[in-house]
């Protein structure tokens, strides 16, 4: 799934969209997607100049918009049809190494929990083959007024 595909799914833009890529799908069941960690990012203007790292909370983010998607297509819903998934909690967030220009992070979400109106999810962002993050998510859907 290219990116503008991705757009169909989610209402995050540039600079704000943190998945650029989804490797793998299986509806009801697991997503794979990648963030490219690049130094033209704009959060690397004042975190931190002197020793660029990626915020780990952009980095739940992206897991969450990975899940996003993956709640988006395991429904077959999409942003045309008025749906909107918000991240709502988070739990037993843990990070293990920090993530810098040049990385690829690989987020890896797997469905714990899906119900009408809500997720649960596992979610861990890897790079090269070392967990980064872990995390369990909570995404409610909403329909915007």
């Known amino acids: 799934m290219e990116v503008t595909d991705i757009w169909k799914l989610l209402p995050h833009r540039y600079p704000f969209l943190l998945v650029d890529r989804v490797i793998s799908f299986e509806a009801d069941n697991k997503i794979s997607a990648i963030k490219n960690i690049t130094i033209n ?23 969450a918009q990975a899940a996003g998607i993956l709640a988006f297509k395991s429904r077959d819903r999409s942003l045309e049809d008025g749906y ?43 790079v090269d083959n070392k967990l980064v993050c872990s995390t369990l998510l909570t995404c409610a859907e909403q329909k915007p007024l």
Do not use: C
């Open 41 to 63: 990012e704009p959060v690397f203007t004042g975190h931190f100049p002197d020793t660029p790292v990626f915020p780990g909370v952009l980095i739940v983010e992206a897991l």
């Open 84 to 126: 909107i998934y918000f991240l709502a909690g988070t739990d037993k967030t843990k990070f293990r190494r920090s993530v810098i220009p040049g990385d690829q992070v690989r987020l890896e979400v797997e469905i714990i929990n899906l119900r009408n109106h809500w997720m649960k999810a596992s979610g861990k962002a890897w």
